[in-house]
C-alpha cells in the first residue's frame, strides 16, 4: 500500500563557518577572540586526549574507550553556550563537553580508566557521569529540568545524545514530557551518520532528526555540526528559549572519523571514501583556518598550543596511574547498598585476591 503524501515543512539548516574557513559574518554569534580561543583550545584538548587514550587502550592500560574525532565542534560548541548553572548530561562520547563544564581532565582520564572517582564530579559541577546505556540519561534530563522549572531557577538542562539515541522508548518520553510541560532542556543530538556500524538511514525513516521536534510540539533546527560557530548559536538561543520555556532539539550534522568505540573496526561495515569526503570537513581545521586569518594562529602557537594540551594530559594519566582504584569499588557502588548477593560475589573477590 502506498504511503499517504506527507505534507512538506522546512527544517532549517544553520551554517556560519565554511569548510574553507570563512564566516558568514551576518550570522556570527557574538564571541570575544578570548572565547574562540578557548574553544579551539578545548577542541585541540579533546583531540590530544583521544590519542593518549585510545594509545593507552592499545597497551592494556585503559578498559573500552570511546572517541570523539571528527565531532570536536558538535561536543564543544554546545557545551560552550551553558553557564555555570546549567546542567550539562552527557551520552558517552561528550568527554570534551564535560571538560568543558567542570570535569578535571583527570577525572576524566579515571572515568575511562574503569575508576568510580571519575564518576564524582567537582564540587558545583553541574555534570551528571556518562551514560553508556543508550538514551537513559534524556528521561533524567527532562526530570532534571522539571525539577529546575518546579525551584524557579533560572537555569536549563542540556542532554547529548547520538542518532541511534533516538530510536528507544526514553527519547520519546523525554521529548513529550517536554513539550508538554514547556521544560528548560535542550536536546543536542549528534547525528554522526552511524550507530556502531548502523547507518542513519537505517535508524530512522525521516529525513533529518530535527523534524522528529515537531511531532513534540518543540522546536528543532539542524545546524552543521563541523561548525563550531554554528553549533554554539544554536545552543546559545536554545538555552535562551529554553529559560523561557521552549525546548528545542538540536540536530548537529557530523561524522564520526574514528571506530565507534576501541572495540570497533570502522573499516568492516563503512566505505574508506566516505571517511575521506568528511575529512575534508574537518571541524578543528576549519577554525584553524579563520584563526589564521584573522591573525589569531600560526604554526608556532598551534604548536605550543598542542604541547601544552599534551602535557595537561601526560600529568593526568601520571596521576591516575600513580592512584589506582580500590577494585572493591565495583561491588560499592552499583547500588546504594549492597544487596545479598553483591555482598558474597565481594567476599568471594576479597579471598582471591
Ligand atoms: C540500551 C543500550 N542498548 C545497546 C547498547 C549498545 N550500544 C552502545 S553504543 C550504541 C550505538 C549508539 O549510537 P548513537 O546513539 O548513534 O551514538 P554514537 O555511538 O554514534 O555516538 C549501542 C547500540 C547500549 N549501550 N545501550
Same mark, same amino acid.
Request: aromatic fraction near 8%.
Given at each position: 500500500?502506498?504511503?499517504?503524501? =506527507? !505534507?512538506?515543512?522546512?527544517?532549517?539548516?544553520?551554517?556560519?563557518?565554511?569548510?574553507? %574557513?570563512?564566516?558568514?559574518?551576518? $550570522? *556570527? +554569534?557574538?564571541?570575544?577572540?578570548?572565547?574562540?580561543?578557548?574553544?579551539?583550545?578545548?577542541?585541540?584538548?579533546?583531540?590530544?586526549?583521544?590519542?593518549?587514550?585510545?594509545?593507552?587502550?592499545?597497551?592494556?592500560?585503559?578498559?573500552?574507550?570511546?572517541?570523539?574525532?571528527?565531532?570536536?565542534?558538535?561536543?564543544?560548541?554546545?557545551?560552550?553556550?551553558?553557564?555555570?548553572?546549567?546542567?550539562?548530561?552527557?551520552?558517552?562520547?561528550?568527554?570534551?563537553?564535560? =571538560? !568543558?563544564?567542570?570535569?578535571?581532565?583527570?577525572?576524566?582520564?579515571?572515568?575511562?580508566? %574503569?575508576?568510580?572517582?571519575?564518576? $564524582? *564530579? +567537582?564540587?558545583?559541577?553541574?555534570?551528571?557521569?556518562?551514560?553508556?546505556?543508550?538514551?537513559?540519561?534524556?528521561?533524567?534530563?527532562?526530570?532534571?529540568?522539571?525539577?529546575?522549572?518546579?525551584?524557579?531557577?533560572?537555569?536549563?538542562?542540556?542532554?547529548?545524545?547520538?542518532?541511534?539515541?533516538?530510536?528507544?522508548?526514553?527519547?520519546?518520553?523525554?521529548?513529550?514530557?517536554?513539550?508538554?510541560?514547556?521544560?528548560?532542556?535542550?536536546?543536542?543530538?549528534?547525528?554522526?551518520?552511524?550507530?556502531?556500524?548502523?547507518?542513519?538511514?537505517?535508524?530512522?525513516?525521516?529525513?533529518?532528526?530535527?523534524?522528529?521536534?515537531?511531532?513534540?510540539?518543540?522546536?528543532?533546527?539542524?545546524?552543521?555540526?563541523?561548525?563550531?560557530?554554528?553549533?554554539?548559536?544554536?545552543?546559545?538561543?536554545?538555552?535562551?528559549?529554553?529559560?523561557?520555556?521552549?525546548?528545542?532539539?538540536?540536530?548537529?550534522?557530523?561524522?564520526?572519523?574514528?571506530?565507534?568505540?576501541?572495540?570497533?573496526?570502522?573499516?568492516?561495515?563503512?566505505?574508506?571514501?566516505?571517511?575521506?569526503?568528511?575529512?575534508?570537513?574537518?571541524?578543528?581545521?576549519?577554525?584553524?583556518?579563520?584563526?589564521?586569518?584573522?591573525?589569531?594562529?600560526?604554526?608556532?602557537?598551534?604548536?605550543?598550543?598542542?604541547?601544552?594540551?599534551?602535557?595537561?594530559?601526560?600529568?593526568?594519566?601520571?596521576?591516575?596511574?600513580?592512584?589506582?582504584?580500590?577494585?572493591?569499588?565495583?561491588?560499592?557502588?552499583?547500588?546504594?547498598?549492597?544487596?545479598?548477593?553483591?555482598?558474597?560475589?565481594?567476599?568471594?573477590?576479597?579471598?582471591?585476591?
Amino acid at each position: 500500500m502506498p504511503l499517504t503524501k =506527507i !505534507a512538506e515543512f522546512d527544517v532549517k539548516k544553520l551554517e556560519i563557518l565554511s569548510p574553507e %574557513g570563512k564566516a558568514d559574518e551576518k $550570522l *556570527m +554569534p557574538r564571541l570575544s577572540k578570548k572565547d574562540i580561543a578557548e574553544m579551539y583550545r578545548l577542541m585541540v584538548l579533546s583531540r590530544a586526549f583521544d590519542e593518549k587514550a585510545i594509545a593507552l587502550q592499545r597497551q592494556g592500560r585503559l578498559g573500552t574507550y570511546v572517541p570523539q574525532l571528527g565531532q570536536e565542534a558538535s561536543i564543544i560548541g554546545p557545551a560552550y553556550a551553558l553557564s555555570k548553572k546549567d546542567w550539562l548530561v552527557p551520552s558517552f562520547r561528550e568527554t570534551g563537553a564535560m =571538560i !568543558a563544564h567542570g570535569c578535571s581532565v583527570e577525572m576524566m582520564m579515571r572515568y575511562w580508566a %574503569g575508576d568510580e572517582r571519575g564518576s $564524582l *564530579m +567537582p564540587k558545583g559541577a553541574r555534570v551528571l557521569p556518562v551514560a553508556i546505556p543508550v538514551s537513559t540519561q534524556l528521561p533524567h534530563a527532562a526530570g532534571i529540568a522539571w525539577g529546575m522549572k518546579k525551584l524557579k531557577e533560572r537555569s536549563a538542562v542540556m542532554a547529548y545524545f547520538g542518532d541511534g539515541g533516538t530510536s528507544p522508548g526514553d527519547f520519546h518520553e523525554a521529548m513529550n514530557l517536554a513539550g508538554v510541560f514547556r521544560l528548560p532542556v535542550v536536546f543536542v543530538c549528534q547525528n554522526n551518520h552511524y550507530a556502531i556500524s548502523l547507518p542513519v538511514e537505517r535508524q530512522t525513516a525521516s529525513k533529518t532528526i530535527a523534524q522528529k521536534a515537531i511531532g513534540y510540539g518543540i522546536q528543532g533546527v539542524q545546524v552543521d555540526g563541523n561548525d563550531i560557530f554554528a553549533a554554539y548559536s544554536a545552543a546559545k538561543k536554545a538555552l535562551e528559549d529554553a529559560k523561557n520555556g521552549i525546548p528545542t532539539l538540536i540536530e548537529c550534522l557530523t561524522y564520526r572519523m574514528g571506530d565507534h568505540t576501541t572495540s570497533d573496526d570502522s573499516k568492516r561495515y563503512r566505505d574508506e571514501k566516505e571517511v575521506k569526503e568528511w575529512a575534508k570537513k574537518d571541524p578543528v581545521a576549519r577554525l584553524e583556518k579563520y584563526m589564521a586569518d584573522r591573525k589569531m594562529l600560526n604554526a608556532a602557537l598551534k604548536e605550543k598550543i598542542i604541547k601544552k594540551c599534551r602535557a595537561i594530559i601526560e600529568k593526568a594519566v601520571g596521576d591516575v596511574e600513580s592512584s589506582p582504584p580500590d577494585a572493591e569499588d565495583i561491588f560499592r557502588y552499583t547500588y546504594a547498598e549492597m544487596d545479598e548477593s553483591l555482598k558474597e560475589q565481594a567476599e568471594g573477590f576479597r579471598r582471591r585476591v
